[in-house]
T-cell receptor
Framework: NAGVTQTPKFQVLKTGQSMTLQCAQD?????MSWYRQDPGMGLRLIHY???????DQGEVPNGYNVSRSTTEDFPLRLLSAAPSQTSVYFC????????????FGSGTRLTVV | GQQLNQSPQSMFIQEGEDVSMNCTSS?????WLWYKQDPGEGPVLLIA?????ELTSNGRLTAQFGITRKDSFLNISASIPSDVGIYFC?????????FGQGTRLTINP
């Protein structure tokens, strides 16, 4: 059981470039979320999904897009990277009804120069 | 948006000491969760609390869901070196999870 898998682990982008952070889970979890972690600010919710075909915005959605075409995958797209998006990004998933806390991936460290 | 205030932000203790940290919110949550994060890893769930007043233990860890549903605390007894890390509280509403800012625990052997 791989759990939640995030790729890549590290990425450096130039301002204005686009890229997709990948997230896949093999636990058949309905709920998936993307968080960013910045020093002293905890984890802030970017976007989340309660099932395939359904996504919604979190606390800090600007500059990011998501889609959920399958239960397993929840990619996060940066359309035009900015230095303010330098952060560590975590994907997480959990069961819907009766699920406990989220299971997190090991993160993607993104630097935008 | 919903805000969680976690304190203290950091703690420096001696091995063997007990640790206490807490989290307060302006909103009511249905579930309180406590996570630990090791360097370079994602947060890992330690304890989940589902009912106001609930007190739950996991080994040397004990957590409580406040009666008002707006707060929670985590205690660690007899700390050991592997307890080092960042501890996060999180409150869960209908669908979203909101995190506190974290408590960084450092232990002097």
């Amino acid at each position: 059981n791989a759990g939640v898998t995030q790729t890549p682990k590290f990425q450096v982008l130039k301002t204005g470039q686009s890229m997709t952070l990948q997230c896949a889970q093999d636990m058949n979890h309905e709920y998936m979320s993307w968080y960013r972690q910045d020093p002293g600010m905890g984890l802030r919710l970017i976007h989340y999904s309660v099932g395939a075909g359904i996504t919604d915005q979190g606390e800090v959605p600007n500059g990011y897009n998501v889609s959920r075409s399958t239960t397993e995958d929840f990619p996060l797209r940066l359309l035009s990277a900015a230095p303010s998006q330098t952060s560590v990004y975590f994907c997480a998933s959990r069961r819907g009804q009766g699920g406990n806390g989220y299971t997190f991936g090991s993160g993607t460290r993104l630097t935008v120069v | 948006g919903q805000q969680l205030n976690q304190s203290p932000q950091s703690m420096f203790i001696q091995e063997g000491e007990d640790v206490s940290m807490n989290c307060t919110s302006s909103s009511i949550f249905n579930t309180w969760l406590w996570y630990k994060q090791d360097p370079g890893e994602g947060p890992v769930l330690l304890i989940a609390l589902y009912k106001a007043g609930e007190l739950t233990s996991n080994g040397r860890l004990t957590a409580q869901f406040g009666i008002t549903r707006k707060d929670s605390f985590l205690n660690i007894s007899a700390s050991i070196p592997s307890d080092v890390g960042i501890y996060f509280c999180a409150g869960r509403g209908a669908q979203k999870l909101v995190f506190g800012q974290g408590t960084r625990l450092t232990i002097n052997p």
